[in-house]
């Protein structure tokens, strides 16, 4: 007898029941190089516009993309046509500049200077692995906020661009207040409980297209775009309050959690590099913890 054979019996199992192979495949576009690089989008509209603009179906963080760049046509039979869209910088397929070309399966389009995506097919089950591999890779695990890799990543795309067009970024620093007691007192869980109840607060007050990370430990930081100075101001304020105004609850507990928040924006002459925006905001957030605490200060220079 083997040691197989001791083990417990095979589970019989019906194969209908089992994920059947896919028949169907999808067009989609996979970033390959630039800024998100593993992000999917699947091609699922008769026409799909690739560029910087909020507006657009594929927005892309590049400095040298236009706003409405390029141009995904869906065809009959599942043909995909790519038509570039007057671009400042051109689009390119295999490296050959292009204004009208059918894709085909393996193609690397790269549109502004570092960008490139290859388009594929996907069926759904490749199309899911390739999601939850993008996303492990850019979320925080306990809280599933982006991570510190991706808001740096991203800092650095944004504030590129604020420089270039001179659009106003946003750069908040959260801390939530004696932190250290909750794990003293509750203990390490609450405090996990703290941390994600906290990021759900505030992920589910803010914009899809706003960067809301876990910069480490109980720090946070969020990245918002379009948003002048006054106004950020007066959503860090309603963040605060959205934190501080609801107990929060573990383990039939009711606990008081308040946040101080720091807040930079561009643009701004002091401010020269991404670095010196997050040295700005903290400066800020320093500023709110000695002011008391639970309070949103910005850095004005």
Same mark, same amino acid.
């Given at each position: 007898?083997?040691?197989?054979?001791?083990?417990?019996? *095979?589970?019989?199992?019906?194969? +209908?029941?089992?994920?059947?192979?896919?028949? !169907?495949?999808?067009?989609?576009?996979?970033?390959?190089?630039?800024?998100?690089?593993?992000?999917?989008?699947?091609?699922?509209? @008769?026409?799909?516009?690739?560029?910087?603009?909020?507006?657009?179906?594929?927005?892309?963080?590049?400095?040298?993309?236009?706003?409405?760049?390029?141009?995904?046509?869906?065809?009959?039979?599942?043909?995909?046509?790519? @038509?570039?869209?007057? +671009? *400042?910088?051109?689009?390119?397929?295999?490296?050959?500049?292009?204004?009208?070309?059918?894709?085909?399966?393996?193609?690397?389009?790269?549109?502004? +200077?570092?960008?490139?995506?290859? %388009? *594929?097919?996907?069926?759904?089950?490749?199309?899911?692995?390739?999601?939850?591999?993008?996303?492990?890779?850019? $979320?925080?695990?306990?809280? !599933? *906020?982006?991570?510190?890799?991706?808001? /740096?990543?991203?800092?650095?795309?944004?504030?590129?661009?604020?420089?270039?067009?001179? %659009?106003?970024?946003?750069?908040?620093?959260?801390?939530?207040?004696?932190?250290?007691?909750?794990?003293?007192?509750?203990?390490?869980?609450?405090?996990?409980?703290?941390?994600?109840?906290?990021?759900? $607060? /505030?992920? &589910?007050?803010? $914009?899809?297209?706003?960067?809301?990370?876990?910069?480490?430990?109980?720090?946070?930081?969020?990245?918002?775009? &379009?948003?002048?100075?006054?106004?950020?101001?007066?959503?860090?304020? $309603?963040?605060?309050?959205?934190?501080?105004?609801?107990?929060?609850?573990?383990?039939?507990?009711?606990?008081?959690?308040?946040? +101080?928040?720091?807040?930079?924006?561009?643009?701004?002459? =002091?401010?020269?590099?991404?670095? @010196?925006?997050?040295?700005? =905001?903290?400066?800020?957030?320093?500023?709110?913890?000695?002011?008391?605490?639970?309070?949103?200060?910005?850095?004005? !220079?």
């Amino acid at each position: 007898m083997t040691g197989d054979d001791n083990s417990e019996s *095979t589970k019989i199992v019906s194969i +209908s029941n089992l994920q059947s192979p896919q028949k !169907k495949n999808y067009a989609c576009l996979i970033v390959i190089a630039g800024s998100n690089v593993g992000q999917m989008f699947r091609i699922d509209l @008769e026409e799909m516009v690739i560029g910087r603009g909020h507006l657009n179906q594929i927005m892309l963080i590049d400095d040298g993309i236009s706003r409405s760049h390029c141009r995904l046509i869906a065809l009959p039979g599942g043909e995909v046509m790519l @038509e570039d869209l007057h +671009s *400042t910088n051109g689009t390119y397929i295999n490296s050959e500049r292009v204004s009208r070309r059918l894709l085909k399966d393996g193609d690397k389009i790269q549109v502004g +200077s570092t960008s490139i995506l290859k %388009f *594929t097919y996907h069926d759904n089950i490749e199309e899911n692995f390739q999601r939850q591999m993008f996303e492990s890779a850019l $979320r925080d695990g306990l809280t !599933k *906020t982006y991570n510190k890799r991706y808001f /740096v990543e991203r800092l650095e795309a944004e504030f590129a661009y604020a420089l270039r067009h001179h %659009f106003p970024v946003t750069l908040f620093m959260f801390d939530l207040d004696h932190f250290k007691r909750f794990n003293d007192t509750y203990g390490h869980l609450c405090g996990d409980a703290v941390l994600v109840e906290m990021a759900r $607060r /505030v992920t &589910g007050s803010i $914009r899809s297209e706003d960067v809301f990370a876990r910069y480490g430990g109980e720090e946070f930081a969020l990245i918002t775009r &379009g948003i002048p100075h006054d106004n950020a101001v007066i959503l860090g304020d $309603r963040l605060r309050m959205n934190i501080a105004n609801r107990p929060f609850v573990y383990d039939n507990q009711q606990m008081t959690v308040t946040v +101080s928040i720091g807040i930079a924006s561009l643009p701004n002459p =002091a401010i020269n590099s991404a670095e @010196e925006l997050v040295d700005a =905001a903290d400066r800020a957030l320093y500023q709110a913890k000695h002011a008391g605490r639970n309070r949103v200060c910005s850095f004005n !220079k």
